[in-house]
């Protein structure tokens, strides 16, 4: 199994990214996806998760309302737009990939694939 994160970058306070995570050796389409992020001298903490499904979504409070997960089952894709960007989004965004038929969850453990990470940087 393989994730492929990118879209990573730079933005000022207020813009956009799209962050997308490709897997490939596996089904993608029965699996539940999540995206974390990791600040430095901070835990890996919980972004947004999608189910295999596609049609339950869960984000966490500090994004909620900003960011959108969203799947392309036809490119074994993953979605994380994040619009209205903070200084404090600043952080190494991982792609996660969970067991077959997962409803999504806020736990990295319940996670069995990850990709390499793709850093993003928000100035102020």
């Known amino acids: 199994v393989q994730l492929q994160a990118s879209g990573g970058g730079s933005a000022q306070a207020g813009g956009s990214l799209r962050l997308s995570c490709a897997a490939s050796?596996?089904?993608?389409?029965?699996?539940?996806e999540g995206w974390f992020r990791q600040a430095p001298g901070k835990e890996r903490e919980f972004v947004a998760s999608?189910?295999?499904?596609?049609?339950?979504?869960d984000y966490a409070d500090s994004v909620k309302g900003r960011f959108t997960i969203s799947r392309d089952n036809a490119k074994n894709t993953v979605y994380l737009y994040m619009n209205s960007l903070k200084p404090e989004d600043t952080a190494v965004y991982y792609c996660?990939?969970?067991?077959?038929?997962?409803?999504?969850?806020?736990?990295?453990?319940?996670?069995?694939?990850w990709g390499q990470g793709t850093q993003v940087t928000v100035s102020s």
């Open positions: 996660a990939v969970g067991p077959d038929y997962g409803l999504g969850s806020r736990g990295p453990h319940e996670y069995d694939y």
């Open positions: 050796g596996l089904t993608f389409s029965r699996t539940a």
């Open positions: 999608i189910n295999w499904s596609g049609d339950s979504t």
